[in-house]
């Protein structure tokens, strides 16, 4: 087995058990212990639950990444490696709406899980073909991660195969700030005066 297909195996228990137990009762060690696999070698891999999310989040970008189309514009770019996120994100979602509960009785992991979206957010910019240097990329991927968040809530309670209302809120979210920000469609020049204006609150208000 790959180191890959080891960590793959490990996230998919430990969102399983969270399911079922709540993410406050997933461990790496029992999380391991369901999936089959070595303790040790999980042990060697991982120090704890929240270097499992963060390793999570680096898979998912590896598969949204190796599903990129330089077709179409920005914006159909960006929908299309945000989708490939949730749609990798689709087996686990019992999990994943488990832990967003635990979240907030967890201030450091939600912090470190709010910056390792932020850096998800730029690699998905960068490969849509949007530079996020200087002040203007940083307000262009605090909104891509607002984009995110606000399109997450409807992930957690879309049961349907294909992710029907997760897409149309996307597009929802992608249209607002295509609205305020119409730096997403990469139809603009970098030296247009009200260029970079957008926030993340505005696109989520």
Excluded: N
């Excluded at 849509?128 to 991927?141: E, F, I, K, P």
């Excluded at 294909?162 to 020049?189: I, K, P, Q």
Aim: charge should be neutral; hydrophobic fraction near 50%; glycine fraction near 8%.
């Amino acid at each position: 087995m790959s180191e890959q297909d080891f960590d793959r195996a490990l996230i998919a228990a430990a969102f399983r058990r969270a399911a079922s137990d709540g993410w406050a009762g997933v461990s790496v060690y029992d999380a391991a212990r369901e999936a089959g696999l070595p303790a040790a070698e999980a042990r060697a891999r991982f120090s704890g639950k929240r270097a499992l999310l963060l390793r999570f989040g680096a898979l998912l970008d590896q598969d949204a990444l190796a599903a990129v189309s330089q077709e179409g514009t920005v914006r159909d770019r960006l929908f299309d490696l945000l989708m490939e996120r949730f749609m990798a994100m689709r087996a686990h979602r019992a999990g994943i709406v488990a832990l967003v509960r635990y979240l907030p009785s967890d201030p450091c992991t939600a912090l470190a899980m709010a910056r390792a979206t932020r850096a998800s957010m730029r690699w998905m910019l960068h490969a849509a073909g949007v530079s996020t240097s200087g002040l203007r990329g940083a307000a262009r991927v605090g909104g891509l991660a607002a984009v995110w968040s606000w399109t997450a809530r409807t992930f957690e309670s879309d049961e349907s195969d294909d992710l029907t209302a997760t897409m149309a809120a996307l597009d929802r979210a992608l249209g607002r700030a295509d609205r305020l920000a119409r730096w997403f469609s990469g139809e603009r020049g970098p030296e247009s005066p009200d260029d970079g204006d957008a926030s993340a609150a505005e696109i989520e208000s």
